[in-house]
C-alpha cells in the first residue's frame, strides 16, 4: 500500500470529514498527499507506539506501516486538514 493509497482510504472510511471536505481532499489527493509528510513526532500523538520505534519504521522506508498504527486516525486527518487548508490559504499549495 501506497501513502496516497492509505491517505484516499483514511479520508474516505474513517468518518473523519462531512462529504463536502470528503470531496474536497479526494479532487486534490496529489497535492495533499505531498502534502502530508510522515514525520514519527506528530504520529506519536495519535498511536500507542513508542517514539523510537516510530522513528525506525520512517527511517528504514516504511512510513505506510507507521500510518498503520495511528489509533486515532479521525484527529490526524482532521489536523492534517487543517494545516493543509492554511497552507493553501497562505499561498504555500
Known amino acids: 500500500m501506497t501513502k496516497k493509497e492509505f491517505l484516499e482510504n483514511a479520508i474516505k472510511h474513517s468518518h473523519a470529514f462531512r462529504k463536502p471536505r470528503q470531496e474536497f481532499l479526494l479532487a486534490n489527493l496529489d497535492k495533499f498527499t505531498e502534502y502530508v509528510k510522515v514525520d514519527a513526532n506528530e504520529i506519536c500523538d ?10 525506525l519504521l520512517v527511517k528504514n522506508g516504511h512510513e505506510v506501516d507507521a500510518l498503520k498504527t495511528i489509533d486515532n486516525i479521525t484527529g490526524y486527518m482532521n489536523r492534517k486538514f487543517e494545516n493543509f487548508c492554511i497552507a493553501i490559504a497562505m499561498g504555500e499549495i
Open 46 to 55: 495519535y498511536t500507542d507506539f513508542s517514539l523510537v520505534a516510530l522513528h
